[in-house]
């Protein structure tokens, strides 16, 4: 190709530097020393076969601070190429192998930074629209001015800097991006690990554990114990206020205990009763405090099941109360049977010297009185005796249920209020069958519940006691009934609970007041339950009470049986 080198348009080779203006003709490519395959925006390849073009242009650039390749022809490009990154490449349109814009198609294939410019002497339209679809940069055409060509090659090299750059950051995003879902992967495991475990630590617990939504009080999580102990399934249990599990006796008592606990951030509570599924009752230590979860407040409800430790204490303060109970009547029943042994001595003396005086004064109506009072005081001796002893002995006897009943009654007129203040109304049916039992259960049972009537009787104007026995069938029914305060209806499920009682403890009370420990029915319970008796309340406020005692007279005789035979004595 030829190159029209015009003093004051184009090419200045006085400025060229000595030792760049050689390249005529061999080697085919000249090469700036550069370390191969390093990226050089700087570094430019001239592709033309005209060696006065390459020197030309090559000396130019170098001037202008470029690192400069040269090739005569496509194949010798295409090596260079290979080896090195070009920012620009200057390739003439005209080749002796190929064209310029197989250049310029090659350059993309490897570069698709590089920018390519190019030559041509024939600056027709087609050529150079041709170069400019085939992605050139810009083409010059021949003669070139150097001020133009330099600055189409700085704005090129600035490209291709500019894209190199671009490739790069986005090299670098790529390898961060992937970097950064390395790490939230890791920290997702790490995050499911730590989850799984407090999960686990959740789920298995002892307790019962309630999450609470801060301030509704809703359930919105429960651990495995929770479900199971309330004996619901989770969608019973969720969304339902904590307080759903509040029992008809305490009905506030839970929703109070999560106001107080949000109020303070916590709260504890011992010995609750819990209504679970099928209105059963138990009983459990709760404590809560507020936490955070995230931005989110709840409520943590640790609940603990008690009931079987409480049941067991009970039993322990019942037996504990009972040995003593049963010791104190023991020593009781002692003294009674002492006493009325010792009185037998003295009243042979009286029976005796009252028979002397009959033989040596003749018959005397008040010595014969005095004969039948001595009689009588033994009877009475007999009866203590017999009564103490089968207490302590606790021996299954033929129980005659109204002689019992007077017995107890006669007793309690040692109570001088009972004696003058109260009218008696005793309707004993007889004769009644006789009960197989341990006296000392039905004497010590009935005289409590005979007790409390008289205790209701305390403040009331008209004290009237009526006691009936009668038959139902094969039972035996006591009806004890008063005309004192009445039990409220509330009151009637508790009668029977241990230390349940409206009266004041012993040195709590006004002078005269009945005082109460709670025990009177629970043992009653207790004592008469084996034998299959059942109790019935019927009571109005301000009115009265009636107490009936029903007794199955058959299945009290099988419960005994064997001790009856063990006993040797046969209904
Ligand atoms: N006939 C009655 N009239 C009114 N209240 C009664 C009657 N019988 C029992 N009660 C109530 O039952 C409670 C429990 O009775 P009890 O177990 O004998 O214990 P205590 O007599 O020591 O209080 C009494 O405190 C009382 O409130
Ligand atoms: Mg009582």
């Given at each position: 190709?030829?190159?029209?080198?015009?003093?004051?348009?184009?090419?200045?080779?006085?400025?060229?530097?000595?030792?760049?203006?050689?390249?005529?003709?061999?080697?085919?490519?000249?090469?700036?020393?550069?370390?191969?395959?390093?990226?050089?925006?700087?570094?430019?390849?001239?592709?033309?076969?005209?060696?006065?073009?390459?020197?030309?242009?090559?000396?130019?650039?170098?001037?202008?601070?470029?690192?400069?390749?040269?090739?005569?022809?496509?194949?010798?490009?295409?090596?260079?190429?290979?080896?090195?990154?070009?920012?620009?490449?200057?390739?003439?349109?005209?080749?002796?192998?190929?064209?310029?814009?197989?250049?310029?198609?090659?350059?993309?294939?490897?570069?698709?930074?590089?920018?390519?410019?190019?030559?041509?002497?024939?600056?027709?339209?087609?050529?150079?629209?041709?170069?400019?679809?085939?992605?050139?940069?810009?083409?010059?055409?021949?003669?070139?001015?150097?001020?133009?060509?330099?600055?189409?090659?700085?704005?090129?090299?600035?490209?291709?800097?500019?894209?190199?750059?671009?490739?790069?950051?986005?090299?670098?995003?790529?390898?961060?991006?992937?970097?950064?879902?390395?790490?939230?992967?890791?920290?997702?495991?790490q995050l499911k690990a730590s989850e799984l475990k407090y999960r686990t630590l959740f789920e298995y617990a002892n307790d019962s554990i309630f999450l609470l939504d801060c301030p509704s009080g809703k359930i919105v999580d429960a651990n495995q114990q929770a479900v199971l102990m309330t004996?619901?399934?989770w969608?019973?249990l969720s969304g339902r206020p904590f307080w759903f599990l509040d029992?008809?006796?305490?009905?506030?008592e839970l929703k109070k205990f999560c106001k107080e606990t949000i109020n303070k951030g916590h709260c504890h509570l011992d010995?609750v009763?819990l209504?679970?599924?099928?209105?059963?009752?138990?009983?459990a230590d709760l404590s809560a405090k507020v936490v955070e979860l995230g931005d989110q407040k709840q409520v943590q409800v640790l609940v603990r099941d008690?009931?079987?430790?409480?049941?067991?204490?009970?039993?322990?303060?019942?037996?504990?109360?009972?040995?003593?109970?049963?010791?104190?009547?023991?020593?009781?029943?002692?003294?009674?049977?002492?006493?009325?042994?010792?009185?037998?001595?003295?009243?042979?003396?009286?029976?005796?010297?009252?028979?002397?005086?009959?033989?040596?004064?003749?018959?005397?109506?008040?010595?014969?009185?005095?004969?039948?009072?001595?009689?009588?005081?033994?009877?009475?001796?007999?009866?203590?005796?017999?009564?103490?002893?089968?207490?302590?002995?606790?021996?299954?006897?033929?129980?005659?249920?109204?002689?019992?009943?007077?017995?107890?009654?006669?007793?309690?007129?040692?109570?001088?209020?009972?004696?003058?203040?109260?009218?008696?109304?005793?309707?004993?049916?007889?004769?009644?069958?006789?009960?197989?039992?341990?006296?000392?259960?039905?004497?010590?049972?009935?005289?409590?519940?005979?007790?409390?009537?008289?205790?209701?009787?305390?403040?009331?104007?008209?004290?009237?006691?009526?006691?009936?026995?009668?038959?139902?069938?094969?039972?035996?029914?006591?009806?004890?009934?008063?005309?004192?305060?009445?039990?409220?209806?509330?009151?009637?499920?508790?009668?029977?609970?241990?230390?349940?009682?409206?009266?004041?403890?012993?040195?709590?009370?006004?002078?005269?007041?009945?005082?109460?420990?709670?025990?009177?029915?629970?043992?009653?319970?207790?004592?008469?339950?084996?034998?299959?008796?059942?109790?019935?309340?019927?009571?109005?406020?301000?009115?009265?009470?009636?107490?009936?005692?029903?007794?199955?007279?058959?299945?009290?005789?099988?419960?005994?049986?064997?001790?009856?035979?063990?006993?040797?004595?046969?209904?």
């Amino acid at each position: 190709m030829n190159c029209s080198v015009q003093e004051n348009l184009g090419f200045e080779i006085a400025e060229l530097p000595a030792d760049s203006g050689g390249d005529t003709t061999t080697p085919k490519a000249d090469c700036d020393r550069i370390s191969s395959n390093k990226s050089t925006d700087g570094l430019i390849l001239v592709v033309d076969d005209e060696s006065s073009v390459r020197t030309t242009i090559k000396a130019i650039l170098k001037k202008a601070g470029y690192l400069v390749n040269t090739a005569e022809d496509f194949r010798s490009a295409v090596e260079l190429i290979e080896k090195n990154d070009y920012g620009v490449v200057i390739a003439d349109i005209i080749l002796p192998d190929a064209s310029g814009i197989d250049v310029l198609k090659y350059v993309r294939g490897v570069n698709e930074e590089t920018q390519l410019i190019t030559i041509t002497g024939d600056p027709n339209i087609d050529t150079a629209a041709d170069a400019v679809r085939a992605g050139a940069y810009d083409y010059i055409t021949k003669p070139i001015r150097r001020d133009i060509f330099l600055a189409v090659i700085k704005k090129a090299a600035e490209k291709a800097k500019l894209l190199r750059d671009r490739k790069e950051l986005e090299a670098q995003n790529l390898l961060y991006q992937k970097h950064l879902e390395k790490l939230v992967e890791q920290r997702t495991e790490q995050l499911k690990a730590s989850e799984l475990k407090y999960r686990t630590l959740f789920e298995y617990a002892n307790d019962s554990i309630f999450l609470l939504d801060c301030p509704s009080g809703k359930i919105v999580d429960a651990n495995q114990q929770a479900v199971l102990m309330t004996d619901l399934k989770w969608n019973k249990l969720s969304g339902r206020p904590f307080w759903f599990l509040d029992t008809t006796s305490h009905p506030t008592e839970l929703k109070k205990f999560c106001k107080e606990t949000i109020n303070k951030g916590h709260c504890h509570l011992d010995d609750v009763h819990l209504k679970i599924k099928g209105n059963k009752v138990i009983r459990a230590d709760l404590s809560a405090k507020v936490v955070e979860l995230g931005d989110q407040k709840q409520v943590q409800v640790l609940v603990r099941d008690v009931t079987e430790k409480k049941m067991l204490e009970e039993k322990q303060r019942e037996m504990e109360i009972d040995l003593v109970q049963e010791q104190k009547l023991a020593s009781i029943g002692m003294m009674a049977s002492g006493i009325a042994h010792n009185l037998n001595t003295p009243l042979m003396g009286i029976m005796g010297l009252s028979q002397l005086m009959i033989m040596k004064l003749g018959e005397c109506e008040e010595i014969k009185s005095i004969i039948e009072q001595a009689n009588k005081i033994s009877t009475i001796a007999k009866n203590l005796m017999f009564k103490s002893r089968s207490e302590a002995e606790k021996m299954v006897v033929a129980v005659d249920i109204n002689r019992l009943l007077r017995e107890e009654l006669k007793f309690l007129e040692s109570n001088l209020d009972f004696k003058h203040n109260v009218e008696k109304d005793y309707q004993l049916h007889d004769p009644l069958p006789p009960i197989q039992a341990v006296y000392s259960d039905f004497s010590q049972s009935l005289t409590n519940i005979v007790r409390n009537a008289l205790d209701a009787m305390y403040n009331s104007s008209t004290k009237r006691l009526t006691v009936r026995t009668h038959l139902e069938g094969d039972s035996v029914l006591i009806d004890i009934i008063d005309t004192g305060c009445g039990i409220p209806k509330k009151n009637i499920s508790q009668l029977f609970s241990p230390f349940f009682t409206t009266k004041p403890i012993r040195g709590d009370e006004t002078e005269g007041e009945p005082t109460g420990t709670g025990l009177g029915l629970s043992s009653a319970y207790k004592l008469l339950s084996p034998y299959g008796v059942k109790f019935d309340i019927d009571s109005k406020i301000g009115k009265g009470t009636t107490f009936t005692v029903k007794i199955p007279t058959a299945q009290a005789t099988a419960k005994n049986k064997d001790r009856i035979e063990e006993a040797g004595i046969i209904g």
